[in-house]
């Protein structure tokens, strides 16, 4: 079955670099949520969106931003990156439609900012 | 106080015996539990979900959900080395698939053969 593709896997960027972050979800699934793993620690809620429209919005510093466009993909662009940047970053893709569903991750981008 | 906490371990559980791992909630509006398994370096991969009070089995795994005492469990039967990880329970406030999960802080768990 098809899961959550995201792309790159690895990055690596420089202090104050600009970096995008794509997300590709399971076919027909409508929402998107984006997380943050630092290490030893556990997954932290960035930013959602449904139907390409922003739902929800954690603890997304101001420097980054999303979307998602018609096509359901997701984009997490982050600007002047911090050392602290670095980082798991994580897609996970649900759908509304239908009670009960559960969330699926992507493989995740490992962020390192040099 | 974190709003989903677990037992911060390391749980180390000898091999072929059962693996408890436990999970409290503090908003009693929470609708829908999962437990993730997160190997290092990985994604949370999803094992278990479950929605209405008392127990769901699924092969090895068996979830035990107690709205009441803000409380859900996970229980691994026959442990293997193969599920040496980190589990995450992680709590949405939806039944629907558009609310966010928060995430416990996890608990590595050993399988010793």
């Known amino acids: 079955a098809a899961g959550v593709i995201q792309s790159p896997r690895h990055l690596i960027k420089e202090k104050r670099e600009t970096a995008t972050l794509k997300c590709y979800p399971i076919p027909r699934h409508d929402t998107v949520y984006w997380y943050q793993q630092g290490p030893g620690q556990d997954p932290q809620f960035l930013i959602s969106?449904?139907?390409?429209?922003?739902?929800d919005k954690g603890s997304i510093p101001d420097r980054f931003s999303a979307q998602q466009f018609s096509d359901y993909h997701s984009e997490l662009n982050m600007s002047s990156l911090e050392l602290g940047d670095s980082a798991l970053y994580f897609c996970a893709s649900s759908s509304l439609r239908g009670m009960n569903t559960e969330a699926f991750f992507g493989q995740g981008t490992r962020l390192t900012v040099v | 106080q974190k709003e989903v906490e677990q037992n911060s371990g390391p749980l180390s559980v000898p091999e072929g015996a059962i693996a408890s791992l436990n999970c409290t909630y503090s908003d009693r509006g929470s609708q829908s539990f999962f437990w993730y398994r997160q190997y290092s370096g990985k994604s949370p991969e999803l094992i278990m979900s479950?929605?209405?009070?008392g127990d769901k089995e699924d092969g090895r795994f068996t979830a035990q959900l107690n709205k009441a005492s803000q409380y859900v469990s996970l229980l691994i039967r026959d442990s293997q080395p193969s599920d040496s990880a980190t589990y995450l329970c992680?709590?949405?406030?939806?039944?629907?698939?558009?609310?966010?999960?928060?995430f416990g802080t996890g608990t590595r768990l050993t399988i010793i053969p």
């Open positions: 992680a709590v949405s406030l939806s039944n629907f698939g558009n609310e966010k999960l928060t």
């Open positions: 479950i929605y209405s009070n």
């Open positions: 969106f449904y139907e390409k429209m922003q739902s």
